[in-house]
Nanobody
Framework: QVQLVESGGGLVQSGGSLRLSCAASGTTFNVYWTMGWIRQAPGKEPEFVACISWSGMTTRYADSVKGRFTISRDNNNNTIYLQMNSLKSEDTADYYC??????????????????WGQGAQVTVSS
């Protein structure tokens, strides 16, 4: 089994910052998996935000967050982070940590991620 638990969500004013964390655990979890963040706003489809390869050497971002968000990981502690700066009202969504078991692929497609956490709510007030 795989457990992904997000934390760090909340309410922030436009222009502010938040840092999301994702603690990964479980007997099946593999540190070599690509990890990602996917968000879903009310009434909208899931949207890719960012992902990171197991080594951390490859990262990808949605154009809408590039330059404002940074994804990172600590493999010693099985934790993934999303630092979000210069937040905008359109960043308001539930943010999900997700894991992709496919080796050597750093996917920007939400449907490629087999495991998802329960989500962390991020609300940006204008």
């Amino acid at each position: 089994q795989v457990q992904l638990v997000e934390s760090g969500g909340g309410l922030v004013q436009s222009g502010g910052s938040l840092r999301l964390s994702c603690a990964a655990s479980g007997t099946t979890f593999n540190v070599y998996w690509t990890m990602g963040w996917i968000r879903q706003a009310p009434g909208k489809e899931p949207e890719f935000v960012a992902c990171i390869s197991w080594s951390g050497m490859t990262t990808r971002y949605a154009d809408s967050v590039k330059g404002r968000f940074t994804i990172s990981r600590d493999n010693n502690n099985n934790t993934i982070y999303l630092q979000m700066n210069s937040l905008k009202s359109e960043d308001t969504a539930d943010y999900y940590c997700a894991a992709d078991r496919t080796p050597a692929v750093v996917s920007t497609t939400p449907q490629d991620y087999e495991y998802w956490g329960q989500g962390a709510q991020v609300t940006v007030s204008s």
